[in-house]
């Protein structure tokens, strides 16, 4: 069996920003399930891994959920031939709401 292909993770200048807008005790944590979510596979849909439906305000083609209560999102998009998954925004969903930057997003 041959060994999975790793993706490198890169991120747009905005998600510092983003990052800002969230507590600072999570950072490490997302930045930890990233690098473990999205390095090897991050095209393979799963519970918390998810192709969007329809493209939001960053143009991002991937969701993924994680952190306590999945409240953390994650939007990117992957190049395949590159070997490349650019985080576009990250975000915290506050029930019906998603925040990214400290600003609301439109769903």
Known sequence: ??????FRL???????????????????????EIE?????EPDLETRNRKPLV??????????????????????YTIDRDQGDVCILAIGVKERNRLFVGGEEVEL
């Open 54 to 75: 329809r493209r939001i305000a960053f143009e991002a083609e991937w969701e993924l959920r994680l952190g306590p209560n999945n409240r953390f999102r994650v939007f």
């Open 36 to 40: 473990a979510r999205l390095q090897l």
């Open 1 to 6: 069996m041959s060994p999975k292909r790793r």
């Open 10 to 32: 890169i991120y747009a200048p905005e998600v510092k920003q983003h990052l800002k807008a969230i507590e600072r005790k999570y950072h490490a944590l997302i930045r930890a």
